[in-house]
């Protein structure tokens, strides 16, 4: 399964941006079984959580600094995930990464990633 994230870029402070992320690959329809997330990591700093998805969509986890600003979201009919961000800060200046669970719900933890995408950068400046 290859995952191809997509839609970073350069926005000011309090902008938004859409991340997407979508599955390819023999197997990508297997996706839809399992939990999806992002993860990000800034110059320097190690990867952390963003937020994660169960299978169904229905239930949904995010780190502290998300909650209320980012929502993750998925469609199991494009083998695909988003992330919309709000109300972006410098701050959240970083390369995302969205990452398959190994199992069905949503994962703050790395060693429970499956398969991960290649990254795309967000810039956030005032």
């Known amino acids: 399964v290859q995952l191809q994230a997509s839609g970073g870029g350069s926005v000011q402070v309090g902008g938004s941006l859409r991340l997407s992320c979508a599955a390819s690959?023999?197997?990508?329809?297997?996706?839809?079984?399992?939990?999806l997330n992002w993860f990000r990591q800034a110059p320097g700093k190690e990867r952390e959580f963003v937020a994660g998805i169960n299978w169904r969509g229905d239930n949904s986890i995010a780190a502290d600094f998300a909650k209320g600003r980012f929502a993750i979201s998925r469609d199991n009919v494009k083998n695909a995930m988003y992330l919309q961000m709000d109300s972006l800060k410098a701050e959240d200046t970083a390369v995302y990464y969205c990452a398959v669970s190994r199992s069905s719900t949503g994962t703050s933890r790395l060693e429970n990633v499956k398969y991960w995408g290649q990254g795309t950068q967000v810039t956030v400046s005032s």
């Open positions: 690959g023999r197997f990508a329809n297997t996706v839809s079984n399992d939990g």
